[in-house]
């Protein structure tokens, strides 16, 4: 990790890149896999689940290989960023996202008294480190 003036420079960013060989090399592990641990009676489902997930997840690691990159870009500093935010947004996150699935009028209530004073915070926050 560099500095890029007063911010880190960003040199590593990690992925798995989906080309028609990895594809091919993924459908080959697959196939070339014994999957008779799935029909043993012995075995408890969630014991032949993890069995099953370990399998193809190797194979998966396998046919696509992780790749690094320098992507150069420099991402702005986040001093402003408090542990009182980070909590706050650990509150009003879910609490968002429960209200957007249920629509219920507690949670309604509850994200409305939350956000406004996370909006007041972060940009009290910000402000402040201008």
Request: proline letters at 4%.
């Amino acid at each position: 990790m560099d500095i890029c003036g007063d911010r880190i420079l960003q040199v590593n960013r990690k992925f798995r890149p989906l080309t028609e060989s990895s594809l091919n090399d993924f459908h080959l592990a697959l196939e070339g896999l014994s999957w008779d641990f799935v029909r043993y009676k012995t075995v408890g489902t969630n014991d032949a689940f993890q069995d099953f997930q370990n399998a193809f997840m190797g194979c998966y690691r396998t046919a696509f290989s992780e790749r690094e990159v320098n992507d150069g870009r420099c991402t702005p500093g986040l001093d402003w960023y408090t542990e009182e935010l980070r909590s706050m947004t650990n509150d009003l996150n879910p609490t968002s996202e429960l209200y957007d699935k249920y629509k219920t009028e507690p949670l309604r209530k509850l994200r409305n008294r939350l956000k406004p004073n996370y909006k007041f915070d972060l940009n009290k926050a910000k402000i402040q480190k201008l």
